[in-house]
Nanobody, 124 residues
Framework: QVHVLASGGGQAQTGGFLRLSCSISGGTNNFYTMAWFRRAPGKERDVVAV????????YYADAVKGRFTISRDNDQNTVYLQMTSLKPEDTAVYYCAARLGSALANRADEYAYWGQGTQVTVSS
């Protein structure tokens, strides 16, 4: 059984930074594409960033390009989301997700495994 565990988050001020971590365990192999999504109050769950296990390819939503960085440690089956220059509109519950395969999928319905959400709150 695959388990996805997210950690990090919390509160920051505008212009500040936070880091989220997500680990995956229990799978039969390590070939997971991992992603971060977020859901702001009253909005849909949107993709933030994606990291493919193959070739280190990444995808970023336009809203976070240049501010957020997704990276991974394959030995630890862990992916990180470094968030800098935070804005109040980054306030949301952030979710980590994983799927088998190398495609840079950016839709929530393409991911089979989900971690619990972690709250990120950015104050002005």
């Amino acid at each position: 059984q695959v388990h996805v565990l997210a950690s990090g988050g919390g509160q920051a001020q505008t212009g500040g930074f936070l880091r989220l971590s997500c680990s995956i365990s229990g799978g039969t192999n390590n070939f997971y594409t991992m992603a971060w999504f977020r859901r702001a109050p009253g909005k849909e769950r949107d993709v933030v960033a994606v990291n493919s296990w193959s070739g280190g390819r990444t995808y970023y939503a336009d809203a976070v390009k240049g501010r957020f960085t997704i990276s991974r440690d394959n030995d630890q089956n862990t992916v990180y989301l470094q968030m800098t220059s935070l804005k109040p509109e980054d306030t949301a519950v952030y979710y980590c997700a994983a799927r088998l395969g190398s495609a840079l999928a950016n839709r929530a319905d393409e991911y089979a495994y989900w971690g619990q959400g972690t709250q990120v709150t950015v104050s002005s």
